[in-house]
């Protein structure tokens, strides 16, 4: 006995979907990390720096036409037509690799109950291909590949944040405290692009979004 298909759709509910496993598909990662610490006295400093290689041909769950949505139960576009193959320029770099990453975090100390402390950030940018769905027939360019998967890479991105922060403490114990927080975040206002158009047309290669500027919070806490 062979089971026909509307034997399965009755036993998940009655579903027309269909979970499908494609043949030669994979992913593969690879990182070298090294990670450091040394404090002194008043002083603390922790950095960390990963290469990494991210390939495969498939990105994400695909299940829409942007990139980490994290949309794991969905309508995947992959393998729907031509473009959209395995063998359609899908293998190459996938999107969420950052080859470079590089981060240090330190603070000092103060005598008058305070802090300071930075977060410095350096990483490559994201790799990204065209989409032309014409050079297969077809006026949609979702997902339809133009190019070898991860071709072209936006540029890295730098980002160094600073933290401020003053404690007072009521009587004779540290059970009440007023506490003052300071802090600037993307201190150079560095502009990096983080995400362009990539299907053809005339907006082709146009910004989309940037890393967000330079921004400054303050904020107040009581401890009782």
Known sequence: ?????????????????????????????????????????????QGSYTWSDYTGNFDQDN????????????????????????????????????????????????????????????QSGQPWETWDGSIYGYSSDTIRFAEDAGKNRSEGHFQLDLNYTQNWYLGSSDRYAIQFRADIFNLFNTNSITDTVTTSGSSYGAVVDFVPPRIFRFSVKVDF
């Open 1 to 45: 006995y062979i089971p026909e298909l509307n034997d399965y759709r009755a036993e998940i509910g009655g579903s027309s979907f269909v979970i499908a496993q494609l043949e030669r598909s994979y992913t593969d990662y690879y990182e070298v990390s090294f990670e450091a610490e040394w404090s002194f006295e008043n002083f603390y400093l």
């Open 63 to 122: 299940a829409t036409s942007n990139n980490d949505f994290n949309t794991f139960i969905g309508s995947s576009l992959l393998a729907d037509g031509r473009g959209r193959m395995l063998w359609n320029m899908k293998d190459g770099t996938l999107h969420g690799e950052r080859k470079h990453l590089l981060k240090v975090y330190g603070f000092w100390s103060l005598n008058w109950n305070a802090t300071v402390g930075f977060y410095g950030l350096y």
